[in-house]
């Protein structure tokens, strides 16, 4: 509405306004919250403690648009981008190829769920056990004989569960490397200012989603968990020394794949990408699904000073 758009010109001043009486009256913490030892990452996070007040104020003020920031260093001015990112987000079909274009793994399809029909491989009823895939998250799993004992049956669960009008695929399902237990590693890749893919960082979940209490950065160098992550969300402030320095492997060979799969992406705006890996039972770096990191790129990018530089110097802003 007009008011609305009356209001847009005052909210830098209001904003300002806030930071500085956030800032001077209420004081200025101090950014320790960040272990002493550095990331597993390209970008060494380190903590930003005695920044000058000018310099702290900005920072601050900076941090109020770090997902408006986020969002314009993950697609740019793209319209078509910008689509993708509020409206109709890319489905996990696309990932799949584009891992499997680059040599990666990813769990074999066995059938998809649309339209109200199952579209399905004739082996289906070979695997004891498969995985309900929906929007790139494991929904559910059901057992052949438990659940259902044939194809018929396997349609009425879905519909049952409420898969009526909704996509869905059906995957294997893909257990862990026994020794690791369940958990996912997020590959972040971004192109720098030479329009280079590099790996920013390498995320750990001790768990298949980021609702886990207990997540650690990983050294992409030696495989190993090096330090826990509280910063990334509220939910991730469990951190356990069980789980540092634990060995993954096969992440030089992951990397190589999601390397290779953001530099041949067909979408040249496409500045960040978030690649799920889990490493499996027959030790293999398995793909679970990608997306695009307009909320992972701020939680680097403003996480300190010194990496809000970083990525205005090093990172490319504009396709």
């Not at 830098?12 to 209420?26: D, H, R, S, Y």
């Not at 052949?144 to 049952?160: K, N, P, Q």
């Not at 009526?164 to 200012?193: K, Q």
């Not at 590099?198 to 050294?219: A, C, K």
């Amino acid at each position: 509405s007009s008011g609305i758009n009356a209001e847009w010109p005052l909210r830098p001043g209001v904003l300002i306004a806030q930071t500085v009486w956030e800032g001077v009256v209420t004081g200025i913490p101090i950014y320790d919250h960040m272990p002493d030892h550095p990331s597993s990452s390209s970008i060494t996070i380190t903590s930003d403690r005695d920044l000058p007040l000018s310099i702290e104020l900005l920072y601050r003020y900076l941090k109020t648009f770090s997902i408006y920031i986020g969002n314009f260093y993950t697609v740019g001015p793209s319209a078509e981008g910008l689509d993708m990112l509020l409206h109709n987000p890319i489905d996990l079909s696309f990932w799949r190829s584009e891992v499997k274009r680059a040599g990666g793994t990813t769990p074999y399809q066995l059938a998809e769920w649309t339209d109200n029909q199952l579209l399905y491989q004739d082996c289906i009823l070979e695997f004891g056990e498969v995985a309900v895939v929906s929007g790139g998250r494991q929904e559910a799993e059901l057992r052949l004989g438990t659940d259902y004992t044939t194809v018929e049956d396997l349609a009425g669960v879905l519909i049952r569960r409420g898969y009526g009008n909704r996509s869905c695929r059906i995957l294997e399902v893909v257990r862990p490397l026994p020794r690791l237990g369940v958990h996912s590693l997020t590959l972040l890749t971004a192109r720098d200012s030479r329009g280079r893919v590099i790996l920013l960082d390498v995320l750990l979940w001790t768990d298949t989603s980021s609702n886990t209490g207990q997540n650690y950065m990983v050294d992409h160098r030696s495989g190993r968990s090096k330090a826990p992550c509280p910063w990334y969300s509220p939910r991730c402030n469990q951190p356990n020394r069980l789980g540092l320095g634990v060995f993954y492997p096969r992440l030089d060979e992951a990397l190589e794949v999601v390397e290779e799969a953001h530099g041949a992406l067909p979408q040249p705006w496409m500045r960040a990408v978030g690649w799920r890996v889990m490493i499996n039972e027959d030790d293999t770096a398995v793909f679970l699904d990608g997306e695009m990191s307009p909320w992972q790129c701020p939680k680097r990018m403003f996480l300190t000073f010194t990496n809000f530089l970083y990525f205005v110097k090093h990172i490319s802003w504009v396709p």
